[in-house]
């Protein structure tokens, strides 16, 4: 949850669901290409080969045929035909030999050269009951290849479909994924701005009413001590009415930053009001929420300047000691007050349960 409100704040919530997007999008695109490239790769000629061994089969049968009636044209046209089909078969499984799996290659090459060397056998044959006999064993042959390399075929989309299947399940649970990440991102994102000042990026009041309730039930129920400074911008009126609102904000947004990175990541700042800042020191005794205090007032004093003039604060720490959030705030906030009265550009220490 820390990294993930780190990544809201410096890349913002549309920058990272518009990331998103484009990870589902490039999901669902890749997935199409595996799709269509494992398809191409994996039945590119099997079409082709399987047409090719059915045209030898039928054409070996006519070549007998006109064979034994002498019609020279037309043998010689299939024969030809033959001759073409046989190279293009021979040329595919050279320069392609993954048409055929390698579990199916031996037993392929073998009934292809038997079926080769029969057709040119049956180019030799001149005896009619011997031709008729050979072209009847070519026939089984072709066919016995044909269906083989349909079943070859067939094993290939299997394959293809388990693939496809496992990666669209992979896909979809990808993208599964990716929506319930927006859907986090958006409602933390959400949940941030509802607990955000949008000025300082410090929490805002509303978040520190129900930190402090929380602080002091785990106070009540186990004893957890936790202490809290109080502090405001020393003249800050004057700052807004001598050199305007946006110095004003600058101020603000210089005091916050020194805020943040002076306190420990388990202690909690926010912007009380106005020019007001509030920070609970969980499991924090005051003598130690005191040094971060004090440390604080040093920081500021020494870094941010108006028109060379330094910017002070004045305040108050005090540790929560049974006496009800209402009594524990106006303790604190009394002390801060008498800080300003009695000279400004310092922070007291609340020891003690103020009386209302």
Do not use: C
Request: net charge positive; proline share 2%.
């Amino acid at each position: 949850m820390f990294r993930l409100k780190i990544l809201l704040k410096n890349t913002g919530a549309s920058s990272v669901i518009i990331a998103l997007l484009f990870v589902i999008f490039a999901i669902i695109v890749a997935n199409g290409y595996f799709i269509v490239h494992s398809l191409n790769k994996y039945t590119k000629y099997d079409s082709l080969l399987i047409n090719k061994l059915g045209q030898i089969r039928g054409n070996i049968q006519r070549y007998t045929k006109f064979k034994i009636i002498k019609d020279s044209q037309k043998l010689n046209q299939i024969k030809n035909n033959i001759e073409f089909d046989f190279k293009t078969i021979k040329m595919l499984i050279d320069n392609f030999p993954e048409t055929i799996p390698e579990k199916y290659r031996i037993k392929f090459y073998d009934i292809y050269t038997n079926l080769y060397s029969l057709w040119q056998d049956i180019e030799e044959t001149k005896e009619l009951n011997a031709l008729i006999k050979k072209s009847e064993k070519a026939w089984k042959i072709a066919d016995k290849i044909t269906a083989m390399m349909q079943n070859i075929s067939e094993k290939k989309i299997e394959i293809i479909s388990k693939r496809f299947s496992l990666a669209s399940m992979l896909a979809a649970a990808s993208i599964l994924i990716l929506i319930l990440f927006v859907y986090r991102v958006i409602r933390v994102g959400l949940e941030r701005t509802s607990i955000t000042d949008s000025l300082t990026g410090l929490y805002n009041r509303l978040f520190f009413n129900e930190q402090i309730v929380y602080n002091i039930e785990k106070y009540n129920r186990y004893g957890e001590p936790f202490s809290m400074m109080m502090f405001d911008i020393d003249n800050f009126k004057l700052i807004n009415d001598t050199y305007g609102h946006n110095e004003g904000d600058r101020v603000l947004k210089e005091i916050a930053h020194i805020i943040k990175k002076t306190i420990r990541k388990t202690d909690l700042p926010f912007r009380y009001g106005g020019e007001e800042f509030v920070i609970i020191f969980p499991k924090t005794k005051i003598t130690s929420a005191n040094i971060i205090a004090q440390r604080i007032k040093k920081e500021i004093e020494e870094n941010i300047n108006v028109y060379d003039h330094p910017i002070t604060i004045s305040g108050a720490v005090g540790e929560y000691q049974d006496e009800g959030i209402y009594k524990f705030i106006q303790k604190i906030d009394n002390k801060l007050y008498e800080a300003k009265r009695t000279g400004k550009n310092k922070v007291l220490l609340a020891t003690s349960k103020t009386k209302i």
